[in-house]
Structures are given as structure tokens and as C-alpha cells.
């Protein structure tokens, strides 16, 4: 079946380090892939999508790539922000608007 | 645009009572989807509707769920009786049919006593 895979949480970084947040996922076709940001008390809020393999998302400073060999879309940010304090959510779409999202992974920045 | 707006923000019942949550979607999105967020399952897909026709509810607990889209710009999820296990955050999203990127509401947070 299809599925996405994230790495377990909590990440707590200081403030400029780099950040990784691995995804991987599993799925019949061609998906596009996507993260999403969740802050505290709000709804989640599309951060970036790619569509096909090699495609690179980026915004806000976040970044990734679709790569197909690896079935991965890691999430990289080369400086963070307490700002970026969040949960994100890596999710995949196969075509029927049917999303299907990983697990989440908290990120907390410290001053 | 007021983006998604659900209703009520919090909720707290007790078991048995019904509840009913309330979404708008942005106007002109074609798609509207119900979620489901709790720890232990993450968030997942009730119900969605296209055109204000429900398209998939595979993903309905059981029977004490239902949901309604009368007109385009308004749905409700309701549960009859509620129980403990029904407390969760549950999101409404829209999308229109041209994009890929879904708008969530705030989500109403749910307790069930």
C-alpha cells in the first residue's frame, strides 16, 4: 500500500544549525510529495511540493528534493529560526486527492 | 480571503451527547475534506466531498459519524453519540480542482467526558 515514513520526533536544534528531517515513502505510481508545516494552535499549512523526480521545492529557506531511486523527500533548512518551531507533516498524493500524511516530526529551535 | 473557518475552536461534551462541528470553505474551492488528529493515529482522512457530493468516506469510524455538504460553502461533521475515543483535533480543508494544495481550517478541539 502506500505509506510515508518520517523520522520520530522531537528534533531540537539551536538556532542557526542545519536541519535534516528525513521522509521516505512507499507508493503504487507516481506521487507527488509535499511538506506541511503545523504551528502551535493552527491548522497545517503547505511549505513546499514537488510533482516528479529531480523536481526540487523550496520556500522559506526550506528545501527538497524528490528522489525517485531512494523513494525519499527529505526536508533541509541550512540555518533555522526559533521562528521555525513546528510540526511537520511530509505527505504524499496520488492523483484522487486522497493524502496521505506521515506521523509528523516537532521541531524546537532554542535561542 | 478568511481562509477555512471552523466552529466551534473547542468543544467539550460528555459521552453521549451529540456534537456537530462546522466548516466554510474558501470560496470557489471545489474539494472540502474532513481529519481526523490524534497522538496515536496521526491525522487521517474521514470524508471528502467534491462539488458538495461526498466522494470518499472510507475513512468514517463507524456509524456515529456523518457529515453533510448542503451548499458550497458549508459542511458539518457530526457525532451521535459521542464517546472518550471520539476526542481529537478534527480539521476541515478545501482545495480547488486546479491544485494540489489543501487550505486547513484551525480545527475544533474536541473532548469527549
Known amino acids: 500500500g502506500n505509506s510515508v515514513t518520517q523520522m520520530e520526533g522531537p528534533v531540537t536544534l539551536s538556532e542557526e544549525a542545519f536541519l535534516t528531517i528525513n521522509c521516505t515513502y512507499t507508493?503504487?505510481?507516481?506521487?507527488?510529495l509535499f511538506w506541511y508545516v503545523q504551528y502551535p494552535g493552527e491548522g497545517l499549512q503547505l511549505l513546499l511540493k514537488a510533482t516528479k523526480a529531480d523536481d526540487k521545492g523550496s520556500n522559506k529557506g526550506f528545501e527538497a528534493t524528490y528522489r525517485k531511486e531512494t523513494t525519499s523527500f527529505h526536508l533541509e533548512k541550512g540555518s533555522v529560526q526559533v521562528s521555525d518551531s513546528a510540526v511537520y507533516f511530509c505527505?504524499?498524493?496520488?492523483?484522487?486527492?486522497?493524502?496521505?500524511f506521515g506521523t509528523g516530526t516537532r521541531l524546537k529551535v532554542l535561542a | 480571503d478568511a481562509g477555512v473557518i471552523q466552529s466551534p475552536r473547542h468543544e467539550v461534551t460528555e459521552m453521549g451527547q451529540e456534537v456537530t462541528l462546522r466548516c466554510k470553505p474558501i470560496s470557489g474551492h471545489d474539494y472540502l475534506f474532513w481529519y481526523r488528529q490524534t497522538m496515536m493515529r496521526g491525522l487521517e482522512l474521514l470524508i471528502y466531498f467534491n462539488n458538495n457530493v461526498p466522494i470518499d468516506d472510507s475513512g468514517m469510524p463507524e456509524d456515529r459519524f456523518s457529515a453533510k455538504m448542503p451548499n458550497a460553502s458549508f459542511s458539518t461533521l457530526k457525532i451521535q453519540p459521542s464517546e472518550p475515543r471520539d476526542s481529537a483535533v478534527y480539521f476541515c480543508a478545501s482545495s480547488s480542482d486546479r491544485g494540489e494544495k489543501l487550505f486547513f481550517g484551525s480545527g475544533t478541539q474536541l473532548s469527549v467526558l
Open positions: 505527505a504524499l498524493m496520488l492523483g484522487t486527492y486522497k493524502y496521505i
Open positions: 507508493a503504487t505510481g507516481y506521487p507527488s
